[in-house]
């Protein structure tokens, strides 16, 4: 980790989430009802379960934050959890004096069972309640203080579905943010968007579940986050592993990432043209590498791709092992979502912009918003200038 750093807590159905950031600049206006903004994002969703509903989340800002800016000092969130009311018996922190049932049939494509098996414990309740994408709201929250920081030197990252199921999206020339913000599936093609929703219903009506794949997109990153000079300053993987550490994103590329490696070279490069228009002196017209090369961003938005499995419980359950009796038994059920694309777009948002804070901090440093700025401005009006090349 960067000096832009985090740390979540908080059990699926326990009392609250909390997260804790280290390394925010000082002088950065913060409010929680920005943070509520990304909550309330990710909660939307066509295909999330009822429990989206009962959750309403809002972060409250513990400390860290004085008259509505920050302080420099550790930042601290916390997202209660609404359903605790109903958990407190089975979720108590003091012993309950009587025998809890234990869940003992762990259901294939999660934790349960390798979980069980390192922690050395019966119950698969003490490793699903972690496991869980619950701890992803406190994510959102942490992501959207990055976002705020960000805003203030005009980066904006977005995300859209671009397929659920067997269902894909066509690619408009440029996106509406509004209408995708408005799509129960956060789709940007319409007749698309419908096609999913259908899917999802139907996937519902047979108890089964479906993934897909989302688009993030950020832009005004400015040349030079990232370095090639060792491999974990690479831009591009810490950007994969943000998104691989989102549970059920089971692939990333950036740019064209997979379809790259079966075009010839001299179609998969963006090449260099001359511009008299530019802030540079030069012009992409393509920008098949995601506005990542060698480990650097160059000044091109940055645009990813994640698959995302299709949710692993199902309403009509997989095959599993009781593990008390060694027989065959059905999975554990437990209230669960039939498919998450949109919201897990919303998560790739957050954690792209964790990414992109901690480079910028680490490009341009500085204890105070304003000495950040002063800093970043320095350097797009010098290094980033055509003038820059004039004079060498
Ligand atoms: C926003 C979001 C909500 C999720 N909700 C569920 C759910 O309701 N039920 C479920 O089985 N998995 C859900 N998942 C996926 C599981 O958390 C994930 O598949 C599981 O922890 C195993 O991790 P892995 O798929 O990364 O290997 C959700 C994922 C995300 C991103």
Redesign the pocket.
């Known amino acids: 980790m960067g000096q832009f750093r985090f740390l979540t807590a908080g059990e699926s159905h326990g009392r609250a989430l909390v997260a804790i950031i280290e390394g925010m600049v000082a002088g950065l206006p913060v409010s929680e009802d920005y943070i509520a903004q990304d909550l309330e994002r990710?909660q939307a969703?066509y295909g999330?379960?009822a429990?989206m509903k009962i959750e309403q989340d809002v972060a409250e800002i513990i400390s860290g934050v004085r008259h509505g800016l920050t302080m420099g000092s550790p930042i601290s969130l916390l997202v209660w959890n609404r359903v605790w009311e109903d958990w407190q018996e089975i979720m108590s922190i003091a012993p309950v004096g009587k025998k809890i049932r234990p869940i003992t049939t762990p259901?294939p494509?999660?934790?349960d069972l390798s979980g069980i098996t390192k922690y050395g414990v019966e119950d698969i309740r003490l490793i699903?309640e972690r496991?869980?994408?619950?701890e992803?709201a406190a994510r959102v929250a942490v992501g959207a203080v990055a976002r705020r920081f960000l805003d203030e030197f005009g980066i904006a990252i977005h995300s859209h579905t671009l397929s659920i199921g067997k269902h894909r999206a066509k690619q408009p020339k440029s996106i509406n943010w509004k209408q995708v913000e408005k799509s129960p599936v956060r789709c940007a093609d319409a007749t698309a968007e419908k096609a999913m929703m259908a899917a999802i219903d139907d996937a519902k009506a047979k108890g089964d579940?479906l993934g897909g794949i989302f688009e993030v997109i950020a832009t005004g990153v400015p040349v030079g986050l990232g370095s090639h000079v060792q491999w974990d300053r690479r831009l591009n993987g810490q950007i994969a592993h943000a998104m691989m550490s989102?549970?059920?994103?089971?692939g990333v590329e950036i740019g064209d990432g997979f379809s790259v490696a079966s075009a010839k070279g001299s179609q998969a490069q963006d090449v260099i043209g001359t511009s008299s228009k530019d802030a540079l002196p030069w012009h992409r017209a393509t920008n098949n590498a995601g506005g990542i090369e060698g480990g650097i961003s160059n000044g091109q938005p940055i645009v990813l791709h994640a698959a995302?499995?299709p949710?692993?419980?199902?309403g009509k359950p997989l095959p599993s092992v009781d593990l008390r009796t060694g027989k065959k038994a059905e999975a554990h059920y437990?209230?669960?979502?039939i498919c998450?694309v949109p919201?897990?777009g919303?998560?790739g948002e957050a954690m792209l912009a964790i990414v992109l804070t901690n480079a910028m901090l680490e490009k341009f440093g500085g204890d105070h918003l304003k000495e950040t700025w002063v800093n970043y401005k320095n350097y797009i009006s010098s290094a980033c200038s055509r003038q820059r090349y004039a004079k060498s």
Do not use: C, M, Q
Not at 131 to 134: C, H, V
Not at 246 to 250: D, G, L, N, R, S
Not at 311 to 314: D, K, R, Y
């Open positions: 990710r969703g999330r379960s429990r259901r494509g999660h934790a699903l496991a869980s994408a619950r992803t579940t989102i549970p059920a994103v089971k995302v499995k949710i692993a419980t199902l437990e209230r669960s979502d998450v919201a897990a919303v998560i």
